[in-house]
Nanobody, 124 residues
Framework: QVQVVESGGGLVQVGGSLRLSCAVSGLTLSRFSMGWFRQFPGKERVFVAGIRWGSGSTTYADSVKGRFTISRDDAKNTTTLQMNDLKPEDTAVYYC?????????????????WGQGTQVTVSS
């Protein structure tokens, strides 16, 4: 059984940082591309960042480029999203997801496994 578990969310002030972690079990992470999405109240999930399996190449949404960094540790079956210079508009529920596709997908329907989400709140 595959499990995807996010952690590290919380409340932070504008300009602060948070580090989200995603622990995956039940699959070999090295064969999956990993992505982070976020969801605002009443909205669909939107792509934030992704990292490809193999090459480890990364993809970011324009809104987070230069502020967020995604990484992976296949030996530990984890992926991490380092979020710096946080803004109030970054407030959302953040989800980690795994995709069997080699190229990092940016749409939720192309991901195979999802975590339960973790709340990030940025206060001004």
């Amino acid at each position: 059984q595959v499990q995807v578990v996010e952690s590290g969310g919380g409340l932070v002030q504008v300009g602060g940082s948070l580090r989200l972690s995603c622990a995956v079990s039940g699959l070999t992470l090295s064969r999956f591309s990993m992505g982070w999405f976020r969801q605002f109240p009443g909205k669909e999930r939107v792509f934030v960042a992704g990292i490809r399996w193999g090459s480890g190449s990364t993809t970011y949404a324009d809104s987070v480029k230069g502020r967020f960094t995604i990484s992976r540790d296949d030996a530990k079956n984890t992926t991490t999203l380092q979020m710096n210079d946080l803004k109030p508009e970054d407030t959302a529920v953040y989800y980690c997801a795994a995709s069997i596709r080699m190229v990092v997908p940016t749409t939720p329907t192309q991901y195979d496994y999802w975590g339960q989400g973790t709340q990030v709140t940025v206060s001004s």
